[in-house]
């Protein structure tokens, strides 16, 4: 057994409380042995980090940052329903970036929540992914993030 939570104490990265829900859906929902998460938006202690369009309002740094927040929501809805030590792999991020016409970095936004769940979990953390421009987000949020989770 893998103690995910022991990994975060070593690199001092703390768990946020899950984010609360902006609709009519949960944080995180199991079937069988995976785990799949709503898409998580950039909150931190429940105000979104920052709004904005993607190679507008937004530079390509901070959003690569909203999106390892976004990434860290996740393994906190992930924590909360099955515990993070039952995580045998991440099996897929997708990443949505709102983004200003001509915007054409998604993927690199959206390595900010690859490079955290690598942080993490190591080989474990090598997964499937889709980064994904789309033109606007709730809340005019600038990056939203989903984690699937293959769990024992």
């Not at 992930?78 to 897929?92: C, E, F, H, M, T």
């Amino acid at each position: 057994m893998t103690d995910w939570k022991a990994r975060l104490a070593e690199l001092r990265i703390e768990l946020p409380p899950v984010a609360a829900p902006v609709a009519a859906y949960v944080p995180a929902v199991q079937t069988g042995n995976l785990v799949y998460t709503s898409g998580q938006l950039p909150f931190v202690d429940g105000e979104l980090q920052l709004t904005g369009k993607v190679g507008g309002a937004v530079d390509a740094e901070s959003a690569n940052l909203a999106a390892r927040t976004c990434a860290l929501n996740a393994l906190a809805a992930i924590d909360a329903l099955v515990g993070l030590d039952s995580v045998v792999r991440i099996v897929k991020v997708v990443g949505f970036v709102a983004s200003a016409d001509g915007f054409t970095g998604q993927p690199g936004v959206v390595n900010g929540a690859s490079q955290l769940i690598g942080e993490v979990f190591g080989d474990a953390g090598v997964h499937a992914r889709s980064a994904v421009g789309v033109a606007e987000l709730p809340l005019g949020a600038p990056v939203e993030v989903e984690v699937i989770a293959e769990v024992r």
